[in-house]
């Protein structure tokens, strides 16, 4: 079964540093999303993309985060000066059009995740 | 879309079955209820979708009365490796629509 990969699996970092997480979305898919966990609290939407724009972001979404869908396969997320709430798991999802049979069109499908630590 | 209400956790043991209720007293014409799984330091993965009625796959059967008010997944004979979160979801169909999680509902199944 085709899966999301993401990059990398756990990132530390200094506040005030630039971070970018990588995605690799299933192939065929033209819907992409970020969205974040932190330790012990609920999975949070960021943002959606499609067509090469953003569709809808959240208000977390503010400007130090950029997305952008540099070539055909991957999608990243960038933070631009991270801090200390930014420490989170960053998941990134990908939908559409096609879904194996019984499974839903607009089924999301995660990647692992990349564990974001901010020192 | 407004949020679910399922129970914080629920504790079981292998081989019995599990039901998970979800109340969504406001849930709209366009709603869909999809339920999806989360283990520990994974991304939640996608289990069961439906609208009315009662929907079976290979993994849990889902059940959603006439009045839409709430729904109740149904996992049979679950063993140690069930131990997740579980989300009910109101969803819409068609693409790029976000995904709004609640805290879920915690399932520790034992030996």
């Known amino acids: 079964e085709p899966e999301v990969t993401q990059t990398p699996s756990h990132q530390v970092t200094q506040m005030g540093q630039e971070v970018i997480l990588r995605c690799v979305p299933i192939?065929?898919?033209?819907?992409f999303y970020w969205y974040r966990q932190i330790l012990g609290q609920k999975v949070e939407f960021l943002v959606s993309?499609?067509?090469?724009?953003?569709?809808?972001k959240s208000e977390i979404f503010d400007d130090q985060f950029s997305v952008e869908r540099p070539d055909g396969s991957n999608f990243t997320l960038k933070i631009r000066s991270t801090k200390l709430e930014d420490s989170a798991m960053y998941f990134c999802?990908?939908?559409?059009?096609?879904?194996?049979?019984?499974?839903?069109?607009?089924?999301?499908?995660f990647g692992p995740g990349t564990r974001l630590l901010v020192l | 879309l407004a949020k679910t209400t399922q129970p914080i956790s629920m504790d079981s043991y292998e081989g019995q079955e599990v039901n998970i209720t979800c109340s969504h007293n406001?849930?709209?014409?366009?709603?869909?209820i999809t339920w999806y799984q989360q283990f520990p330091s994974q991304g939640p993965r996608f289990i069961i979708q439906?609208?009315?009625t009662k929907v079976t796959n290979e993994v849990a059967s889902l059940f959603i009365p006439a009045d839409r008010k709430s729904s109740t997944l149904s996992l049979p004979r679950v063993s140690l490796s069930d131990t997740a979160v579980y989300y009910c979801?109101?969803?819409?169909?068609?693409?790029?629509?976000?995904?709004?999680f609640g805290t879920g509902t915690q399932l520790k199944v034992e030996l």
């Open positions: 439906g609208y009315k």
């Open positions: 993309f499609y067509n090469n724009e953003i569709s809808e």
């Open positions: 192939s065929n898919h033209l819907y």
């Open positions: 406001n849930i709209a014409t366009n709603d869909y």
């Open positions: 999802a990908s939908s559409g059009p096609r879904s194996p049979s019984g499974v839903p069109q607009e089924t999301q499908y």
């Open positions: 979801l109101r969803t819409l169909t068609g693409g790029g629509n976000k995904l709004t």
